[in-house]
């Protein structure tokens, strides 16, 4: 499913893959790309802070003739840290989710094609699994409906699984 970019946030996804910065897009925009209607708001970017990503998503930033503070570098090094970029961007980039581990959930994640730019997604089983990347919207539910939830594939490294087989396992269904 198409993620609902605008051109300045495709721009700043198209230099975060020219400077292989390490990141995976959450929040709304993927569970939309899972299949789950839902209005999005800001992009949600979840960056990696080891091997010298920081400093790759610094130059990448810098590249788009924006520019922030000095300390820039070591605050994207930091886990907790949560940055606005403003304007046409409404992008939050957020360095650290309690309870992820970022690589694992990068050699996990979804590789899709925006436009002709390659973005990384979290995978759907990370995003049901994680509270955080959904901005707290999971809910437990013990029936066995979730006709409102569209058939959609999650590709990652080990497995592909349906939504409705991803929601069934977690017995979990996401309310908006």
């Known amino acids: 499913m198409a993620l609902e970019l605008n051109p300045v946030q495709l721009g700043l996804l198209e230099r975060f893959h020219e400077h292989h910065v390490q990141y995976l897009i959450i929040g709304?925009?993927?569970?939309?790309?899972?299949?789950c209607k839902c209005a999005t708001d800001?992009?949600?970017?979840l960056l990696g802070?080891?091997?010298?990503n920081p400093k790759r998503t610094v130059t990448a930033i810098e590249s788009l003739g924006?520019?922030?503070?000095?300390?820039?570098?070591?605050?994207?090094?930091s886990p907790h840290q949560q940055l606005k970029i403003?304007?046409?961007y409404a992008t939050r980039l957020m360095t650290s989710i309690d309870d992820f581990k970022f690589r694992e959930g990068y050699e996990r994640r979804v590789l899709t094609l925006e436009q002709g730019i390659t973005v990384s997604i979290m995978g759907l089983a990370d995003?049901?699994?994680?509270?955080?990347a959904l901005n707290g919207r999971i809910e437990v539910d013990g029936?066995?409906?979730?006709?409102s939830v569209p058939?959609?594939?999650?590709?990652?490294?080990?497995?592909?699984?349906?939504?409705?087989?991803?929601?069934?396992?977690?017995?979990?269904?996401?309310?908006f």
């Open 143 to 147: 029936s066995a409906g979730f006709a």
């Open 28 to 35: 709304s925009h993927a569970k939309q790309f899972h299949g």
């Open 49 to 52: 802070n080891a091997l010298g």
């Open 127 to 132: 995003l049901l699994a994680n509270k955080a």
């Open 151 to 175: 058939p959609a594939k999650c590709h990652s490294s080990r497995s592909e699984i349906s939504a409705h087989q991803a929601f069934a396992t977690h017995g979990l269904h996401l309310s």
């Open 66 to 77: 924006l520019h922030g503070s000095n300390r820039l570098v070591e605050r994207l090094a």
């Open 42 to 45: 800001d992009l949600a970017i």
């Open 86 to 88: 403003r304007g046409g």
